[in-house]
Nanobody
Framework: VQLQASGGGLVQPGGSLRLSCAASGTIFSINTMGWYRQAPGKQRELVAAMSSGGITNYADSVKGRFTISRDNAKNTVALQMNSLKPEDTAVYYC??????????????WGQGTQVTVSS
C-alpha cells in the first residue's frame, strides 16, 4: 500500500487548510482511512478517521473545526481544517488501516506533511 499526501503549509491562527491523501495497492474492503499528527516531543495522536462504511471518529480537540471526508471509489481521504490554532501545529500523517477477517489489522502510513499555525 502506498499513501500520497498533499496539502499542509503555514497558516495564520483562525485560517484554514485542506489535506488530501490518495491510497493505492492492496486495500481491503473493510478499512479505515484517517489522519494522525505528531507535534515535537509528543506522541502521535489520532486526529480524525472514517471507516469504509462511513463511521467517523474525531479527537475532542478538533471536533467542530475539522471535517474528514473520503471517496471510496477513488481511495482518497481529505481533512478540511478550519479555525486553526497554534496547538494544531504538527506533522500530519495519512493512515490506512486494513481490517482482516476474522480479526487483526495492518496499518499503512503516508510520508507526513507539516502544518504550522503561526502569526
Amino acid at each position: 500500500v502506498q499513501l500520497q499526501a498533499s496539502g499542509g503549509g503555514l497558516v495564520q491562527p483562525g485560517g484554514s487548510l485542506r489535506l488530501s491523501c490518495a491510497a493505492s495497492g492492496t486495500i481491503f474492503s473493510i478499512n479505515t482511512m484517517g489522519w494522525y499528527r505528531q507535534a515535537p516531543g509528543k506522541q502521535r495522536e489520532l486526529v480524525a478517521a472514517m471507516s469504509s462504511g462511513g463511521i467517523t471518529n474525531y479527537a475532542d480537540s478538533v471536533k467542530g473545526r475539522f471535517t474528514i471526508s473520503r471517496d471510496n471509489a477513488k481511495n482518497t481521504v481529505a481533512l478540511q481544517m478550519n479555525s486553526l490554532k497554534p496547538e494544531d501545529t504538527a506533522v500530519y500523517y495519512c493512515n490506512l488501516r486494513n481490517w482482516a477477517v476474522p480479526g487483526g489489522y495492518q496499518d499503512h502510513w503516508g510520508q507526513g506533511t507539516q502544518v504550522t499555525v503561526s502569526s
